[in-house]
């Protein structure tokens, strides 16, 4: 079993900057990959980001990549998303989830986090 705690949500202006982590606790934490997803209101669950077990690779979405960056701190059991240039559209609640059987998809991450809300003001 996995639990995964999140934070550093929370209100900022378009152009800044949030850090968001995801503490792990329960299984070895350097065994498994993270990843983070987001759900807008009205809006189906999607894919941000993702790291591999050991931190060598990582995954983005297109609408995040080069302004969004995962990584991990395994003897903290933490992973954590550097969000910079934040848009009003990144508004969401920001989970992340443990154990994939791969990156990309919801489904095939057996446990996640109870979200933190991002909020994105113009």
């Known amino acids: 079993q996995v639990q995964l705690v999140e934070s550093g949500g929370g209100l900022v202006q378009a152009g800044g900057s949030l850090r968001l982590s995801c503490a792990a606790s329960g299984r070895t934490f350097s065994s498994y990959a993270m990843g983070w997803f987001r759900q807008a209101p009205g809006k189906a669950r999607e894919f941000v980001a993702a790291?591999?077990?050991?931190?060598?690779?990582?995954f983005y979405a297109d609408s995040v990549k080069g302004r969004f960056t995962v990584s991990r701190d395994d003897a903290k059991s933490t992973v954590y998303l550097q969000m910079n240039s934040l848009k009003p559209e990144d508004t969401a609640v920001y989970s992340c989830?443990?154990?994939?059987?791969?990156?990309?998809?919801?489904?095939?991450?057996?446990?996640w986090g109870q979200g933190t809300q991002v909020t994105v003001s113009s």
């Open positions: 790291v591999s077990w050991g931190g060598r690779r990582t």
């Open positions: 989830a443990a154990d994939p059987t791969s990156y990309y998809y919801i489904s095939d991450y057996n446990y």
